[in-house]
């Protein structure tokens, strides 16, 4: 497919994925600008976050620091003028903070403080070295599952880690990020989550970001709240069986 084509496709799923949205907001009762989108460009090449740009989308996301670091590059060299705003939205060890801190402008997976900690320190250093002029935005990640293996911060244990995240020099504590359990309804696990977002907003004024739903599931999201979309396979199309 040639890029002309490409970007018509990419095109009418992005007013699909928009649509969807705004009739998510409506049925809330929200105003759709409360409910950003993030395009979630794993497995795809910078060709199409070049054209994402093009069509107006400027917050994007990866969930793998050696899928993005390169990419990241190769997207600033296609379109140096983007003004992207680059998201970590996947699971991160702490010996990648130093990478993660050169090209996200926030991490949305943080679930624990020795994570945080590193953020901390690499964001600084990168500051210092001038690889980045902002604090780095902080979105703490909630496990709604009870599944230690896809990441995440128990709900019993996020008051002490924003505590943690709060206190940690060169990191803005902006909210909490979700991702629905497998294979259940999500309104449940969506309401546990807004309810953790809004006693964590007593106590963090600023923390008023709630990163939930996916391609699958952002009505559900927008209705209990949600006020940030990761959106992969709905903009983008399949990953195929072994992409993550
Ligand atoms: C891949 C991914 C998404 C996007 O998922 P889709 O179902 O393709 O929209 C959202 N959030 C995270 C953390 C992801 O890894």
Known sequence: MDLAERRTELAESLAEVRDRVGRACVAAGRAPGEVRLLAV????????????????VTELAENRDQEAAGKVREVADLRPAAGIRWHMVGRLQRNKARSVARWAAEVQSVDSLRLAEALGRAAGNARDAGERQQPLDVLLQVSLDEDPARGGCP????????????????????GLMAVAPLGVDPRSAFDRLAAAAE???????????????MSGDLEAAIARGSTCVRVGTALLGGRGLASP
């Open 199 to 213: 006693r964590l907003r007593r106590d963090h004024q600023e923390a008023t970001e709630l990163s939930a739903g």
């Open 41 to 56: 460009t794993k497995t795809f090449p910078a060709a199409d976050a070049a054209l994402l740009t093009d069509l107006g």
């Open 155 to 174: 709900i019993e244990e996020l008051d002490e880690l924003a505590e943690g995240v709060a206190r940690t020099g060169d990191l803005r504590l902006r």
